[in-house]
């Protein structure tokens, strides 16, 4: 999965509490993005950043919020988990330049399971 | 808005027989178009995009897509499917002009191919 590992891979939490996930890349690209993946949605952007401390909301942003402090790392937080966001989370990251540049990759994803 | 839509659930087909998988998209301009592969318990692969040029574009395990701009539609094909291509299928488009390089997602379609 192209130098990109998501933690924790599974997770399961109450209503109410807050969850972080975390996508770590070592491509050292600039691109980063967060997608929910659910039955009959194929994958949604819930959020995404261009670079260090730069980020932006996608299509799905409601009750989420991501932090990116260095190139390699971009977190997602969900602040008060509910039930509706029960998923399966994939990051993904592109380079942005030369021939790959329209190309994501994408890690193995986080399942989480909202209680 | 862009949008992309895979009309089939599901496709099945038998082992050596062609394949296709279908794809349509609605973008202003000149869109450009992705095919992912996503197996059991991955993330999703990269298998192919149209980005200019010759509108037969040619791609990862034998794969290929055929680019009609009259028709808006990206279908995806194999002359000859394999057990082991059985997967879920997305379709993906992106705006030339959107600096984020962010990709919008058809809802997917699951290939069986049956031995």
């Known amino acids: 999965d192209a130098g990109i590992t998501q933690s924790p891979r599974h997770k399961v939490t109450e209503t109410g509490t807050p969850v972080t996930l975390r996508c770590h890349q070592t491509e050292n690209h600039r691109y980063m993005y967060w997608y929910r993946q659910d039955p009959g949605h194929g994958l949604r952007l819930i959020h995404y950043s261009y670079g260090v401390k730069d980020t932006d909301k996608g299509e799905v942003s409601d009750g989420y919020s991501v932090s990116r402090s260095k190139t390699e790392d971009f977190l997602l937080t969900l602040e008060s988990a509910t039930s509706s966001q029960t998923s399966v989370y994939f990051c993904?990251?592109?380079?942005?330049?030369?021939?790959?540049?329209?190309?994501?990759?994408f890690g193995a994803g986080t399942r989480l399971s909202v209680l | 808005a862009q949008s992309v839509a895979q009309p089939e659930d599901q496709v099945n087909v038998a082992e050596g027989n062609p394949l296709t998988v279908k794809c349509t998209y609605s973008?202003?301009?000149?869109?450009?178009l992705f095919w992912y592969v996503q197996y059991p318990n991955r993330g999703l692969q990269f298998l192919l995009k149209?980005?200019?040029?010759?509108?037969l574009v040619k791609g990862s395990y034998g794969f290929e897509a055929e680019f009609n701009k009259s028709q808006t539609s990206f279908h995806l094909k194999k002359p000859s499917a394999l057990v082991s291509d059985s997967a879920l299928y997305f379709c993906a488009v992106r705006d030339p002009v959107d600096s984020s390089y962010k990709l919008i997602f058809g809802s997917g379609t699951r290939l069986l191919v049956r031995p």
């Open positions: 973008v202003s301009g000149n869109p450009y």
């Open positions: 993904a990251i592109s380079d942005g330049v030369a021939a790959n540049k329209n190309i994501q990759y």
């Open positions: 149209y980005i200019t040029g010759d509108n």
